[in-house]
């Protein structure tokens, strides 16, 4: 299966409220995409009704329809995160010992089935919403829908892997710290994150009941709008529901972290990804860089404060009563908040709103904010093996944002060479929701974004890209290292013009050393080939000192891995640089 054949969720609305179609018809398709990515990825979900009853539902939106109902998301099948009510499936938070059997919908459920949407299933999440990756569910680890050895994001992993897969047009996840935003990035996908108390969390189970958000997750920012256009408005059953407002911005000035602030955590590409968006950006709006340090200390808050105690209040029956039900990661976060006092709080709360009232005047000398959604993705094995401190790296951009009351659209940005998203995120005051999506449309527009990546299917093979501009060259003595290992040429290139080279003396066959020097430097050409990650760790083995193999960069700012090489190397070597490669030194000679 691809996913070529989605559609959007204005399209199907459309569609089933003109009469082009039947909701019938479109949830038959939708159940038949749902049975053949069950191959792929059954962990998505934790629930699912019945083909019975999707089917006698669409057929209810067929006679409102026939009838003369206008409804503004008929037929659209859509998924929910299942920690969000919905009537007639338990709801578990991904614990099955929490599970029980809700009365009524939530007020959001409510809401999308009066308009003639048609709720599919539960979603799949780190349990109680506590991890940004997806892997801490005992209903199984959703993973990237581009790429099967990397996360997913979370905590709202099924729903963006239930949309990036094609399976709905549409899915409701929930934001307390980046968790609408963080599986949007990975999964090329728009996470709306609307103003809390914008969409109404009756019917919600907390996480931190005081900052928690319902989102979505879509294709486009047009299926965001009709949701949004359902869902926003005060709900008297919520108590931290509020009017709904919209503030227009001027969209004319963006602030972006220092550079010496930007945290990447090793990752080359996304820091290559950032620039080039920022590039784009300004195009658009003066990009000018802001102090993000208050910023960072309001998302440390959130864990290391006292509102990890707002998570452990909502768990508190659970974690006294039956803690082994509990994910052990879940549980070692959240228990740290029974060591949280009212003093810790009180002065938390006073420090928080100091630093709000810092973000409110940073974004009077700005109209929003655009940062990285993360500075990095990981494997799944990685994250099992680290789990804390790398669920901790992915929420260097997102935590603050809640806690200082402000909206956010999740947008793609790109893509890494493992088909992963990298995404930015549009950051704006409360209500400043449509602004930030209209931004969106023309980041979208100015950006030219190629599309997502083909679905991974079977499990991509881990390849690595790697610079030679030596005697690896094609048609060069030590060449076949590259063809014996099935390596792929991915085409000519030069180096950024930071680099020399020189030849190395009595090397046997001759053999260049690449050196970064931002002096004197000059772009020197090369060749980039890509392996499999075991046939690239074979080759390294084989590379002999003075040679290593490290990081490139090349003429577009982009990093691969390549030769380069130790200090010992330059002792008798001839500069070279002057001829721009290795092979016009070779000609000479010849």
């Not at 969390?201 to 928690?212: E, F, M, Y």
């Not at 030596?470 to 014996?484: C, F, I, K, R, Y």
Request: with cysteine.
């Amino acid at each position: 299966m691809s996913a070529s054949f989605r559609q959007s969720t204005t399209a199907i609305a459309k569609a089933v409220g003109s009469g082009a179609t039947s909701a019938a018809a479109v949830m038959e398709a939708t159940l038949e995409r749902i049975a053949a990515y069950d191959a792929i990825q059954p962990q998505v979900w934790i629930s699912r009704a019945s083909a019975d009853a999707l089917l006698a539902q669409a057929h209810a939106v067929d006679a409102r329809v026939a009838a003369g109902e206008h409804l503004p998301l008929a037929g659209v099948p859509f998924a929910a995160k299942d920690n969000i009510d919905v009537a007639g499936m338990e709801t578990t938070a991904a614990c099955p010992a929490f599970a029980y059997a809700p009365q009524a919908n939530a007020t959001v459920i409510e809401r999308l089935t009066a308009a003639g949407a048609i709720c599919v299933g539960k979603t799949n999440l780190d349990q109680f919403a506590t991890g940004l990756v997806g892997t801490r569910s005992p209903y199984g680890i959703p993973r990237n829908a581009s790429n099967l050895a990397y996360v997913s994001g979370g905590s709202s992993s099924g729903s963006a892997v239930a949309v990036a897969a094609g399976l709905v047009p549409f899915a409701l996840g929930t934001d307390t710290a980046g968790s609408g935003r963080v599986p949007a990035a990975f999964n090329h996908l728009i996470g709306f994150k609307p103003t809390k108390g914008r969409w109404s969390t009756h019917g919600l189970v907390p996480a931190c009941r005081s900052i928690d958000c319902i989102t979505v997750f879509t294709d486009d920012t047009a299926g965001a709008r009709l949701v949004d256009d359902v869902i926003a408005g005060f709900d008297p059953a919520d108590p931290w529901s509020k009017p709904l407002a919209d503030h227009n911005l001027a969209a004319k000035v963006i602030g972006v972290p220092r550079r010496e602030q930007r945290l990447w955590f090793g990752d080359l590409e996304s820091e290559y990804l950032y620039d080039h968006a920022l590039a784009k950006l300004a195009e658009l709006a003066t990009v000018v860089e802001i102090d993000m340090a208050p910023l960072q200390e309001a998302a440390l808050l959130l864990y290391n404060g006292p509102w990890v105690a707002e998570r452990t209040a909502a768990m508190a029956k659970l974690l006294t009563e039956s803690p082994d039900a509990v994910d052990p990661t879940v549980r070692t976060v959240v228990q740290a908040g029974w060591d949280k006092s009212a003093v810790e709080l009180w002065n938390g709360i006073y420090r928080m709103a100091e630093l709000k009232r810092h973000a409110d005047q940073l974004l009077q000398q700005v109209d929003m904010l655009v940062f990285p959604t993360t500075g990095t993705t990981y494997r799944v094995d990685e994250l099992l093996a680290a789990p804390v401190a790398l669920n901790s790296n992915l929420g260097a951009y997102t935590n603050f944002v809640n806690l200082l009351d402000m909206a956010a659209v999740a947008v793609p940005a790109g893509q890494r060479a493992n088909g992963t998203g990298f995404g930015i995120t549009l950051i704006g005051p409360a209500d400043s929701d449509r602004t930030l999506l209209t931004m969106t449309d023309a980041w979208l527009s100015a950006a030219q974004l190629p599309p997502p990546p083909p679905l991974d299917l079977e499990g991509r093979m881990q390849t690595v890209k790697l610079a030679v501009v030596g005697a690896h060259l094609e048609g060069m003595p030590l060449h076949w290292q590259l063809t014996s290992r099935n390596a792929t040429f991915v085409g000519a290139f030069e180096t950024a013009p930071t680099y020399k080279l020189y030849a190395i003396a009595d090397s046997v066959p001759p053999k260049p050393a690449l050196v970064f020097s931002e002096e004197g430097g000059a772009a020197i050409k090369l060749e980039v080939y890509e392996l499999g990650v075991a046939e690239f760790g074979s080759f390294v083995v084989d590379v002999p000192p003075p040679l290593a193999i490290g990081t490139v960069t090349l003429a577009d700012g982009s990093s691969v891995k390549g030769f380069v090489s130790e200090p010992r190397a330059l002792t008798g070597a001839e500069d070279i640089t002057h001829l721009g490669g290795w092979r016009a030194f070779i000609a000479s000679k010849a």
